[in-house]
């Protein structure tokens, strides 16, 4: 289920038509709205006044004999116009700037809880950190578009439109020659345009690469450091460091080329125009303040439609950043509540069953994980799986958890087939002790009521106590308050395992799934852990996957596997009688630890 991808021939019109997805978001607030294209008219209507004020004041002021008294009212109201326009401006500033971050803020926010419902498989065929820098560098660019070039581009689009209007009210014949020049103004637009768009998605995709590689190398940065390989990693991140700049010198380029054409047009026009001009106030037919007002306003005209040219390469760049960022909005789970779920029975019970279950990951269709499984776990019932790595016991935790369906047979839980229920109530029965422990960075006491957001702090404590775990919390500078750092970097790793546990406490849920739960404790940790899962075990069906066949002795029931099946289940004693290879793996563990 690998992120669909933008086509960068697509025309114009519908690269921005990418765009309305911002719409969606923009329309929630109809006053803010309001608010900033009513000061945007009124800002750009002043401005268009400045030029009628200076032809007056250039009129009737300019010329030897003028009274001051008389022309004094016009320079008031001039200075009246620019107030206008300088409060307007302010009040445009402040609404188009207020839209822009809330519409980024409601973006990532519904991107953000989008990936949430999203299963595992979405981000086994994407990477994270390429959905991370679309967040975050896609959104930013948004965010500029929506905050600063929309507005400027209306603004301009206005004063362009209405400036034109005055100029015809002026001069029907000079403004008719400022016209002449506008298809070719628009020409390197088009043209240019195009190639802007393709860089501008290169140039994100760059960005991207480099989000990535900051998030692999500081990740990983023990493993960096043990192998002594920062100059490689230095190299490494230079090298998209750069051409993330190559890219981005490509499109800067062009629009550099661009933006040069169109100044060159526009104002060569108004040079022609000048000179035009200038012959008709020579010549009687057009006062000195007609022609500074339209001179005026055509270096208005001009300058808004060069920075429409700018504007253009911003909404090509959002429009890119808006489709990547559309792609992930346009993911659909493949695991999904039904259109009427079924409710588990209470008082739930913790009944598990396999029948029949087969399942092969999307990365790997020829390899199947787990092959014709059938399996009843009674209530309360402890169920040890063992067997070696890669024999699908890791899968089997994944499908009882309903992160993907199997390709054939069904998993029940209290007689309720999975897909028939909402996946979270599912999950809701099901308390986990993953390998590979995972602390968020934040309070210890945070971490643990994970698992029980609604508990009270005693609850918290309690459950740290029951995982061994309250000793080294009250140790820490501020207590269970103490932030951990990210991923609990200030927390041994068997630490970091007793928080896991802890979480798994408080969840008090029916059916528990341990993997590994005490594979990152020394031995005198392991000890009081196992106690602590013993107590936690009781009344409760669990599933454990161990690799150290000492942990399941006492497990009331042992299933083998190997390659996906079952090859054998029972009691310890009776799976070491039969021989096979539960013997053969215990006979090297216990060989080894003698």
């Known amino acids: 289920m690998a992120i669909a991808t933008s086509k960068d ?31 945007l008219v009124v ?143 628009i020409l390197p637009i088009v043209i240019l345009g195009r190639q802007v768009r393709g860089l501008s998605r290169a140039s994100q995709d760059r960005i991207a690469s480099i989000g990535t590689i900051i998030a692999e190398v500081l990740g990983a940065i023990k493993v960096v450091q043990a192998f002594t390989q920062e100059v ?42 000048l000179w035009e001009g200038a012959s008709d106030v020579v010549a009687g037919r057009m006062s000195g303040g007609t022609i500074t007002a339209f001179l005026f306003t055509a270096a208005i005209v001009a300058g808004a439609f060069g920075a429409l040219t700018e504007t253009y390469g911003d909404f090509m760049r959002a429009a890119g950043a808006s489709g990547r960022v559309e792609e992930l909005l346009a993911a659909r ?29 999307a990365t790997k269709p020829d390899a199947p994980a787990v092959i014709d499984f059938s399996l009843d776990v009674a209530p309360g019932e402890t169920v040890a799986l ?53 602390v968020f960075a934040t309070t210890a006491y945070e971490n643990i009521l994970y698992g029980r957001p609604d508990a009270t702090e005693a609850e918290v404590w309690a459950a740290a106590d029951a995982a061994h775990a309250s ?35 408080l969840r008090d849920a029916p059916l528990l799934l341990l993997d ?13 852990v196992q106690d602590a899962l013993e107590t936690l075990m009781k009344g409760r069906t669990t599933l454990v996957i161990a690799h150290r066949l000492a942990t399941v002795r006492s497990a009331d029931r042992i299933v083998v596997m190997d390659g996906g099946r079952i090859v054998a289940q029972g009691r310890h004693d009776a799976l070491i009688a039969q021989g096979g290879l539960y013997a053969k793996l215990a006979r090297l563990q216990f060989e080894m630890a003698a």
């Not at 981005?248 to 380029?253: L, Q, S, T």
């Not at 590994?516 to 009081?528: N, P």
């Open 232 to 273: 490689r990693e230095a190299a490494r991140f230079g090298d998209a460091v750069e051409a993330t700049f190559a890219a981005a010198k490509r499109r800067i380029r062009v629009r550099a080329s661009m933006t040069a054409i169109v100044i060159f047009l526009i104002f060569g026009a108004i040079t022609l125009v």
């Open 471 to 505: 000793t080294f919390l009250r140790a820490l500078p501020d207590g269970i308050h103490t932030f951990l750092g990210e991923a609990g970097s200030r927390l041994s790793g068997g630490q970091r395992q007793r928080m896991a546990i802890a979480r798994a406490v």
């Open 43 to 185: 800002a750009a209507g002043s401005t268009l006044a400045v030029p009628k004020g200076l032809q007056l004041v250039v009129d009737k002021g300019f010329h030897a004999g003028a009274d001051a008294a008389v022309i004094a009212p016009y320079f008031w109201a001039l200075l009246a116009v620019v107030a206008v326009q300088g409060a307007a401006t302010g009040v445009r500033f402040y609404y188009v700037s207020w839209i822009g971050e809330r519409v980024v803020a409601d973006l990532r926010m519904t991107v953000q809880r989008h990936l949430l419902s999203l299963d595992p498989g979405f981000f086994e065929e994407n990477r994270p950190s390429e959905i991370a820098s679309r967040l975050t560098s896609d959104t930013a660019v948004i965010e500029q578009v929506v905050s600063s070039s929309a507005s400027i581009a209306l603004r301009n689009a206005f004063m362009g439109l209405g400036g034109i209007v005055y100029m015809l009210f002026l001069s029907p014949k000079l403004t008719g020659l400022m016209l002449l020049v506008i298809p070719a103004v």
């Open 386 to 438: 063992v067997g070696p790595s890669g024999a699908g016991k890791t899968t089997l935790f994944a499908l009882i958890q309903r992160f993907y369906d199997p390709k054939s047979g069904t998993i029940r839980l209290d007689g309720i087939a999975l897909p028939e229920a909402d996946p979270i109530d599912v999950r809701s029965r099901i308390a986990v002790v993953p390998q590979e422990t995972v």
């Open 333 to 361: 789970p493949d695991i999904r509540a039904p259109a009427h779920p079924v409710a588990l029975p209470l008082p739930a019970e913790g009944r598990l069953t396999f029948d029949r279950v087969s399942f092969n990951y």
């Open 9 to 39: 021939a697509a025309p114009p019109s519908r690269q921005l038509s990418r765009l309305t997805l911002l719409w969606r978001f923009v329309k929630n607030y109809p006053g803010h709205l309001t608010m900033a294209l009513g000061a």
């Open 516 to 528: 590994e739960a005490t594979s990152a404790l020394d031995a005198e940790s392991e000890r009081l």
